[in-house]
């Protein structure tokens, strides 16, 4: 196994300038880092992260637990925290909870077998006792969700000012009914998402609603239009993340309905391949990369000891209007 020593030796440089080359210390050149990344890349070295852990007295683990990671969102979402936490020196273990709550009560009970020094969960549902336990034991920040009955850390995002902006969009373009396919009101999310959008809607003159309490995955979208499809069907819908969207289009097709032409729609979450539709899909975007940064620094904060009383923070939110949502013909 290549050493730091070996690496030192190439160079000719001292051991102590390597090992803060590759911790990324502030204090040494940028040329000098690339070249000893260089090096260590030739001669194979690789960071002994048992050796490391030891030396600072942590597992340099972070227990990373989303919702669903078929979910693009999660996956988006996990991809910024495990290169935000690399960075910082720890590595990942990720888990998945498939919105469900026993599941992921499980997975974080793995997870702390294993001695991670914090934890970043996307709780799915109603938090079992156990799951309300477990959190006590390490650095715990929700992210996207709250968690009900926990006092820790977390980071959502705001959509008052998007979710306002469609409501007023709708109006504009003649929409006098909108269906919202929120999603389980057992989530922090899926509660608030459907209250903000029903009252920004009323403040926009809009009162024909339906609202509709579906999970926040593929199969929920399909069965909540084949309730909306039962009653008369409104001028659009709006959707509560992007896997609901998914399974609403393709229910829609189903029934030959033309998502931007027969029927308006829009949702939250950007998704690349809502971009990529024809037409493409009104979105309230979510700033995924500011909220993975947020929470990756709250939780290391208080790895690091920092105390204090429980902190909110949002990232921020647009709306981003595209075909789908276009003018109703008079």
């Not at 693009?72 to 273990?93: N, S």
């Not at 499980?106 to 914090?118: C, E, K, Y």
């Not at 975007?285 to 000891?305: F, N, P, S």
Request: glycine share 8%; with cysteine; hydrophobic share 40%.
């Amino acid at each position: 196994m290549t050493t730091i020593r070996q690496i030192a030796e190439k160079l000719g440089v001292n051991v102590s300038t390597v090992s803060r080359s590759l911790n990324d210390s502030p204090t040494i050149p940028e040329s000098t880092k690339e070249r000893v990344r260089q090096m260590a890349d030739q001669l194979g070295y690789r960071k002994d992260v048992r050796a490391a852990s030891m030396r600072v007295g942590k597992s340099l683990l972070i227990g990373v637990v989303v919702g669903d990671i078929v979910n693009p969102f999660f996956a988006e979402l996990a991809d910024r925290i495990e290169r935000q936490t690399r960075a910082k020196g720890y590595q990942i273990m990720l888990g998945n909870g498939g919105e469900e709550p026993h599941a992921q009560t499980d997975v974080v009970a793995t997870m702390l077998s294993q001695n991670i020094d914090g934890l970043l969960l996307t709780p799915a549902g109603k938090p079992t006792s156990k799951l309300l336990s477990y959190i006590q034991e390490v650095p715990t920040v929700a992210v996207d969700r709250k968690i009900a009955g926990a006092e820790i850390d977390s980071v959502g995002c705001d959509f008052s000012q998007a979710v306002a902006q469609l409501a007023a969009h709708f109006a504009g373009n003649g929409y006098k009914s909108v269906a919202v396919l929120s999603g389980p009101e057992s989530t922090s999310t899926g509660d608030l998402r459907q209250k903000m959008v029903r009252a920004a809607l009323a403040d926009a003159g809009i009162t024909e609603v339906q609202a509709y309490s579906t999970p926040f995955q593929e199969a929920g979208g399909d069965a909540a239009i084949k309730q909306v499809l039962a009653k008369k069907a409104p001028d659009a819908l709006v959707c509560a993340s992007g896997v609901i969207t998914l399974g609403a289009m393709l229910a829609l097709k189903a029934n030959g309905i033309r998502p931007g032409v027969d029927i308006g729609i829009a949702t939250f979450d950007r998704l690349n391949w809502l971009e990529a539709m024809t037409p493409p899909v009104t979105m309230i975007d979510t700033d995924i990369t500011e909220m993975a940064d947020l929470a990756v620094t709250l939780l290391l904060e208080r790895i690091a000891g920092k105390s204090g009383k429980p902190v909110e923070k949002n990232a921020t939110a647009k709306l981003l209007v595209r075909d789908s949502t276009p003018k109703l013909a008079k």
